[in-house]
C-alpha cells in the first residue's frame, strides 16, 4: 500500500535524524549494553569452587580463574555474568605476568602478590588489557570488573594525579565498550560524578564501614546499579541505609568466597 506523501517525508527526516545522531561511544551504542538497575542482587565469588547454586540474576567471578563453559553455564540458568580483571594492579600469579615490564610496575597494593602499575603508561597498558578484554568477551562474559581504579589516592611508587587517573579509567570503559561489554566503576568514588557517565554500573567496598555511601547516589540517580560489599560491619549496622540509597548490599569475607549475607 503506498504511504501519504507527507508520511514517507516524515519518515525520510526522521531516519535522517536517526542516522546522525552520534552513539554514546566508539564500541557498542549504550543501548546495546546490559545495565542493571538499582537494587539487583547480585554474588560475588573470587575465590573457592564456585557455587552456582546462589539464585541471584548476577554472578561477579574472576576472569582468568573461570572458562567459556562456566559463564555459559550460568547464562543457562538466566544469570548475568561480571568478568573481574585487575586493571590497576599487577599480579605475580595471572599466566600474562611476564608480559608487563618493570618500569611499569611499583609498589605492592596491600594483597600478596600485587603491586601497582604505572597507568600514566597507556602505551604498555592498553594492548595488556585489550588482550584481557578479549579474553572476557571470546569466555562470552556480560561485562567487566575492573580492580584497582583508584591508584591516584595510594601510594604507588609513582606521582599519579586524579588527571592520569581520569584517562586511565575512561580508556578502561572505552576498551570494555568496544569489545560490546559493560563494565563497572570499582570504588574511586571521589571521582564518581566525572565518570558516571562513562560506565554502567558500579562496584564499592567497604562504603559503610567509612561513612561514604552517599557518594554512590549519582549512579542510583542514573538507573545504574551499585554493588556494595562490606567485610566488618555486622548488616545491622549498613542494611536499612543501603536499601534508603538503592544499593545492592552485601557482607562478604574478605577472602570473597562463596559465603554471603544479602541485605
Known amino acids: 500500500m503506498r504511504r501519504p506523501f507527507l508520511l514517507v517525508l516524515l519518515l525520510a527526516v526522521l531516519a535522517a535524524g536517526c542516522a546522525g545522531a552520534p552513539a554514546s561511544d566508539a564500541g557498542s551504542p549504550a543501548g546495546d549494553r546490559w ?6 542482587a547480585w554474588q560475588w565469588q573470587l575465590s573457592g569452587r564456585l557455587d552456582t547454586s546462589v539464585d541471584v540474576p548476577v554472578y561477579d567471578i574472576d576472569g582468568f580463574d573461570h572458562s567459556r563453559a562456566t559463564v555459559a553455564r550460568l547464562h543457562r540458568d538466566g544469570r548475568k555474568v561480571v568478568c573481574y580483571l585487575s586493571t590497576g594492579a599487577w599480579e605475580d600469579f595471572r599466566p600474562d605476568a611476564d608480559d608487563f615490564p618493570a618500569s611499569v610496575i611499583g609498589r605492592g597494593n596491600g594483597w600478596e602478590g600485587e603491586r601497582w602499575l604505572d597507568i600514566r603508561r597507556t602505551d604498555v597498558l592498553e594492548p595488556l588489557m585489550a588482550e584481557r578484554f578479549d579474553m572476557c568477551r571470546d569466555k562470552g562474559f556480560d561485562a567487566v570488573e575492573p580492580d584497582n581504579m583508584d591508584g591516584y ?7 599519579l594525579t586524579a588527571a592520569d587517573q581520569l584517562r586511565y579509567n575512561r580508556l578502561i570503559a572505552r576498551l570494555a565498550h568496544e569489545r560490546g561489554l559493560s563494565v563497572g566503576l570499582k570504588n574511586d568514588l571521589d571521582q564518581i560524578p566525572d565518570l558516571v557517565g562513562d560506565f554502567d554500573f558500579a562496584v564499592n567496598e567497604q562504603c559503610a564501614q567509612y561513612g561514604e555511601c552517599d557518594a554512590l547516589t549519582p549512579f542510583v540517580e542514573a538507573g545504574k546499579a551499585a554493588f556494595h560489599v562490606e567485610y566488618e560491619l ?17 557482607l562478604k569475607r574478605y577472602e570473597l568466597d562463596a559465603w554471603r549475607r544479602p541485605c
Open 35 to 40: 545495565r542493571p538497575p538499582p537494587g539487583t
Open 153 to 159: 589516592r595510594n601510594r604507588t611508587g609513582f606521582p
Open 234 to 250: 555486622p548488616t545491622a549496622r549498613f542494611c536499612a541505609d543501603s536499601r534508603r540509597l538503592g544499593l545492592s548490599s552485601l
